[in-house]
């Protein structure tokens, strides 16, 4: 990590853009420089943030805007309104849409993660981190006798038997508390998709759950309309996947359900399903 500081007596005037090029010549093989930010500190004291926060590669030159977010009518000066229109075109022309295939979302059009601008893509440290994690685990597998095997696991106990180099916290307590209901509440949180989590105030008509199914798990004297009320019933619907067709297996289609999960915050603000259909 540097910090660098350049000084002049010079007057820079009404700052609009900081211009920031890597060396094209100066340095083989490449290393991609992580640029944090240009703080300039003018006579008057007053200090001026144009952030970067990214990686810039041999021969790149970027263009700085000031830290002060402004909207595009906001914009005082034709070369910064300049500078917004070619970074967007820039963008534009840098990501694209391809179709993988027909009624699968679109994919990005790059063919190698070597195309992939700088700024997003793996480092190299933690490209070389993941080929390692890669090779060692394959010699492991292999020296366990386990690489290719298809013998099937029969509890979670067996997989500890596997894996016992790869051991972290997290791992642990999954592995300890995977039955739990608060625990596959959390994992609705802290899963792919907790949007379509929504708050109930009216069950779906297809979703017949009375007050005697779900009184065990509320609190003591209370019901599933007053939880209601109160805003601690959740739902999680999945009637957007309704019609869609399944899988075939065995020329027969899979049978798949709109699944539905009702969900109850309960006093201690822990998460817990309560009904699945």
Not at 60 to 77: S, T
Not at 235 to 252: A, C, F, S, T, W
């Amino acid at each position: 990590t540097g910090t660098y500081t350049v000084k002049t007596s010079l007057s820079l005037g009404k700052l609009l853009l900081v211009k920031v090029e890597k060396d094209p010549f100066l340095y083989l093989p490449e290393d991609e420089w992580y640029f944090s930010k240009v703080v300039v500190t003018t006579p008057e004291g007053e200090a001026i943030l144009f952030p970067c926060y990214r990686w810039i590669s041999r021969g790149e030159l970027v263009e700085l805007r000031g830290g002060r977010a402004m909207k595009d009518f906001e914009e005082d000066h034709p070369l910064l309104t300049d500078h917004r229109k070619k970074e967007l075109i820039h963008k534009k022309s840098l990501y694209q849409w391809r179709i993988m295939a027909e009624g699968l979302p679109h994919i990005n059009h790059f063919e190698h993660a070597s195309e992939l601008p700088t700024e997003i893509r793996f480092s190299k440290s933690k490209s070389t981190e993941a080929d390692n994690t890669k090779l060692i685990t394959g010699i492991e597998l292999k020296l366990k006798g386990l690489l290719g095997s298809n013998e099937k696991w029969e509890c979670i106990e067996d997989m500890k038997k596997i894996f016992w180099c790869k051991k972290t916290t997290m791992s642990e307590y999954v592995s300890e508390h995977w039955k739990e209901d608060d625990f596959y509440g959390s994992q609705f949180l802290n899963g792919v998709n907790p949007n379509v989590i929504k708050r109930c105030s009216e069950l779906p008509p297809n979703f017949p759950v009375t007050e005697e199914m779900v009184k065990p798990f509320l609190t003591e004297g209370s019901s599933l309309q007053k939880e209601m009320e109160k805003g601690n019933i959740f739902l999680y619907n999945q009637k957007r996947m309704d019609g869609i067709p399944p899988r075939v297996k065995n020329g027969e289609p899979l049978h798949v359900t709109a699944g539905l999960c009702l969900l109850y915050v309960n006093p201690e603000n822990k998460f817990m399903p309560i009904a699945i259909q």
